[in-house]
């Protein structure tokens, strides 16, 4: 069993040979190289784990050739080969990423142990790669699928923020992805490697979800038996996203602005504060002004929170996308379920496209899991849709909604808040407008 590829590159031939022999007994892939210039192109044609080099090279000097390496291959890891007198060019080189350096004519046993060493670092960082690049594809915003000008929009504002520690308030109806850009918000920020914890606030009764928000104390209620560790100590260093905020208690809202403010809480039967440092994305699909308006949200909170509003596009404000999508859901299920589904027909995706999506992209998602399961060839067709999407009258074309007064400034609209993270009041200002038109307009467009 192979344990990694190495490279050598020394111009003694008789050298280069010995090398490669012993440590081919270690079960290593070696290539050589007589040349720096050779040794570069291999390692462009077959990545390696190890390169082994001289320090004198007839073309490149071994201490230019690690800074190549290193800056280009920064996984992997040099060995370099020095004469008796250049134990220096050894120690320059380890200055500029070499992982040790080794003096010729030594014995060749110590060479087997070093190169070891030296794999097994170079193998770690490329599981380290490879584990980051499948959280990418899993967490990031490459999985958030779309060309419309609306979703790009809203992807650029969020890689943005990401890149800080700002409190970010997520806008936008049920099923537009809000949890998904929590998910790439905090794998783009410097908090990737610390925990992302979730939770749903509509989804605990007031008493519970202080329980699980901030923890308990043994005996601060009946059933409490032990202490208790509350999601904000479970995501302390990283970030917790909180899912349906307008759903809070007020008494809740009041102990969620304290760690706002001092990254402080108490738990349930403490009279001690929690430290913690965590980051605070939230996400709603209500309007939270109205509710300030009718006492059920407070205004400081609501400030607090959203220092950087996103708001997320309905699925029939970004109709280009779903083809896209509907693909995506047709591949994922098809494998799931174990079916040799391809594609879908014309008339499918007409339907498709000619449908609201109250539900957004949740709902699309449920409507082609239900298809390919019922799916008895390898192409979706209209009859696999429900009677609704079925019975839906096509909608005018593309080009004239494009004119559409109406779709114009709606589209006007969102943009603005975007510029203006949300602050309606800023928007109306920018639109020329009243507060009060603008609420107007938001209801009848769909975007409160």
Same mark, same amino acid.
């Given at each position: 069993?192979?344990?990694?590829?190495?490279l050598i590159i020394?111009?003694?031939e008789r050298l280069?040979?010995?090398l490669? *022999?012993i440590?081919?007994?270690e079960?290593?892939?070696?290539?050589?190289?007589?040349?720096?210039k050779?040794g570069?192109?291999k390692i462009?044609?077959?990545?390696?784990?190890?390169? =082994?080099?001289?320090?004198k090279?007839?073309?490149?000097n071994?201490i230019?050739l690690? !800074?190549q #390496?290193?800056s280009?291959?920064p996984a992997?890891?040099?060995?370099?080969?020095?004469?008796f007198g250049?134990?220096?060019?050894?120690v320059?080189?380890i200055?500029?990423?070499a992982f040790d350096?080794?003096?010729?004519g030594?014995?060749?046993?110590?060479?087997?142990?070093l190169?070891?060493k030296a794999?097994?670092?170079?193998?770690?960082?490329?599981r380290v790669?490879e584990?980051?690049?499948?959280?990418?594809?899993?967490?990031?915003?490459?999985? &958030?699928?779309?060309?419309?000008?609306a979703?790009?929009?809203?992807?650029s504002?969020?890689q943005?923020v990401?890149?800080?520690d700002?409190?970010v308030l997520?806008?936008?109806?049920?099923?537009?992805? @809000?949890?998904?850009?929590a998910e +790439?918000?905090?794998?783009? !920020? !410097?908090?990737?490697n610390?925990p992302?914890?979730a939770?749903n606030?509509?989804?605990?009764t @007031?008493e519970?979800?202080?329980?699980?928000?901030?923890?308990?104390k043994a005996?601060?209620?009946? $059933?409490?038996?032990?202490?208790?560790k509350?999601?904000?100590?479970? +995501?302390?260093g990283?970030?917790?996203?909180?899912d349906?905020?307008g759903?809070l208690?007020?008494?809740l809202? +009041?102990?969620l /602005?304290?760690?706002?403010e001092?990254?402080q809480?108490l738990?349930?039967g403490?009279t001690?504060p929690?430290?913690?440092n965590v980051?605070?994305?939230a996400a709603?699909?209500?309007?939270?002004?109205a509710e #300030?308006e009718?006492?059920?949200f *407070? !205004?400081d909170?609501?400030?607090?929170?959203?220092?950087?509003?996103?708001v997320l596009?309905? /699925?029939?404000?970004?109709?280009?996308d779903i083809p %896209?999508?509907?693909?995506?859901?047709?591949q994922?299920?098809?494998?799931?379920v174990k079916k040799?589904?391809t594609?879908?027909?014309s008339?499918? &995706?007409? @339907?498709?496209a000619?449908?609201?999506?109250p $539900?957004n992209?949740?709902?699309?998602?449920n409507v082609?899991e239900?298809?390919?399961i019922l799916?008895?060839?390898?192409?979706?067709d209209? *009859?696999l849709?429900?009677n609704?999407?079925?019975?839906?009258?096509?909608? *005018?074309?593309? =080009?004239?909604?494009a004119?559409d =007064?109406?779709?114009v400034?709606?589209l006007?609209i969102?943009r603005v808040?975007n510029?203006?993270?949300?602050?309606?009041?800023?928007a109306?200002?920018?639109?020329?407008?009243?507060?009060?038109?603008?609420?107007? @307009?938001?209801?009848e467009?769909g %975007?409160e």
């Open positions: 069993m192979q344990k990694g590829k190495l020394d111009d003694e280069r040979g010995l490669a *022999r440590l081919q007994l079960g290593y892939e070696v290539v050589t190289a007589s040349t720096a050779e570069l192109k462009q044609h077959e990545p390696v784990n190890v390169v =082994l080099s001289d320090v090279l007839p073309d490149i071994g230019e690690t !800074s #390496i290193k280009t291959w992997t890891e040099v060995i370099v080969l020095t004469a250049t134990i220096n060019d050894g320059k080189a200055k500029l990423g350096y080794i003096t010729k030594d014995d060749n046993e110590k060479i087997i142990p190169v070891s794999m097994d670092k170079a193998l770690l960082q490329q790669q584990l980051e690049s499948k959280l990418n594809d899993k967490f990031g915003f490459d999985r &958030i699928i779309g060309n419309s000008a979703i790009k929009e809203v992807i504002l969020a943005k990401a890149l800080t700002t409190t997520l806008l936008g109806e049920t099923g537009t992805g @809000k949890e998904v850009f +790439a918000i905090h794998q783009a !920020s !410097s908090r990737k610390k992302f914890v939770v606030c509509s989804a605990f @007031k519970l979800l202080e329980s699980e928000l901030f923890g308990h005996g601060a209620f009946t $059933g409490a038996a032990k202490d208790k509350g999601l904000f100590e479970e +995501a302390n990283g970030t917790i996203f909180l349906e905020m759903e208690d007020l008494e809202q +009041a102990k /602005l304290r760690v706002l001092s990254q809480f738990k349930v403490d001690k929690t430290q913690v980051r605070i994305l709603t699909n209500r309007d939270l002004q #300030i009718s006492n059920h *407070r !205004s909170l609501f400030y607090r929170l959203s220092v950087f509003q996103i596009p309905a /699925l029939r404000e970004r109709k280009n %896209l999508l509907a693909a995506h859901f047709v994922y299920f098809a494998a799931k040799q589904v594609g879908m027909s008339g499918f &995706i007409e @339907k498709l000619a449908y609201n999506w $539900g992209i949740r709902e699309l998602k082609i239900r298809a390919v799916c008895d060839g390898n192409e979706l209209e *009859r849709l429900p609704d999407i079925l019975h839906t009258q096509p909608s *005018r074309p593309n =080009l004239l909604s004119f =007064l109406s779709s400034e709606k006007h969102q808040l510029h203006t993270n949300g602050n309606r009041t800023e109306a200002r920018l639109l020329n407008i009243g507060v009060a038109t603008l609420y107007r @307009k938001l209801k467009y %975007l």
